[in-house]
């Protein structure tokens, strides 16, 4: 939650279980960090938090939206008997994209648009798909590899690729023609995004890698099906677990997200190993 904020040391473990403890009760459920039914925690790993330098790397600097470090997080709920999936953000929208660190703002082609939301203003988002990004990107994950990939207290990575970590490239239409007229296309973005499943597969050799698969590349345009099984079978057969997030009890929002045609692709391949979440 956003309006969790206190600061702790990252040697105050009793402060550290107050504080998730108020996290979880913004949640309004008692007790949830015991629940027989949490058995993985999500947790966000923003890039300018960790590299606010480049070539620096801060593994306890304090994630304002929950007053924790990284750190502290991951050994929280990896001593309460839950699995820990990191999940990787390298932009956003919130307060102009402030997940994304300015230096990197600085060396990699931007894409500037004024967001209609409170909170965004003007949003500034790097040009992923440029040579340039990856140059800079690349080093941070291979960081990130060399300290999670062989902690037990982790079980996997969400890679990330576009907003908040997800292939969506963009959530909202003025997003959506900044970054059309930024050049973006779906073989450009399916390019891109194979790179990512590749760099995080040649990084990370003792994690699952998970890939989120939503029902849009670019708002409000939907995905474009080939593209989507092209991806997913690439990312398949790297041994890639599947996250559908946007699913819908709604029988006709579900047909346009394309996760059926998605997911009969996927059972296709005969993949002895395939995962998939919901």
Known sequence: PSNVSAK??????EKAAEKIA????RLKIKDLRFKNFLGAVIIPVHWSQIEPNQGEFNWN???QRIGLPLEEQ???WSKNGKNVILRVFPYGQQRGN???????????TQITFESRKENRGLVTIPKVWDEEFMQVYAPFV???AQKYDNDKRVLGVQIGIGH????????????????MEAGFSLPIWKEYVLSVVDLYSSE???KKLFLSVEPLFLEPIANDIDVAKEIVEYAAKKNYVFLFKGVDSDEQKFERTGFKEVLSHLTSLDLPNLTCGF
């Open 204 to 206: 990370f050799k003792n």
């Open 22 to 25: 108020e996290a979880i009760s």
């Open 164 to 179: 908040l970590g997800f292939w969506t490239a963009q959530p909202s239409q003025e997003g959506r023609q900044a970054f």
């Open 74 to 76: 991951i050994d929280y």
């Open 61 to 63: 600097a304090v994630d």
């Open 98 to 108: 402030d997940i994304t660190p300015d230096w990197v703002k600085e060396k990699v």
């Open 142 to 144: 291979h960081e990130l």
């Open 8 to 13: 702790l040391g990252p040697k105050d473990p």
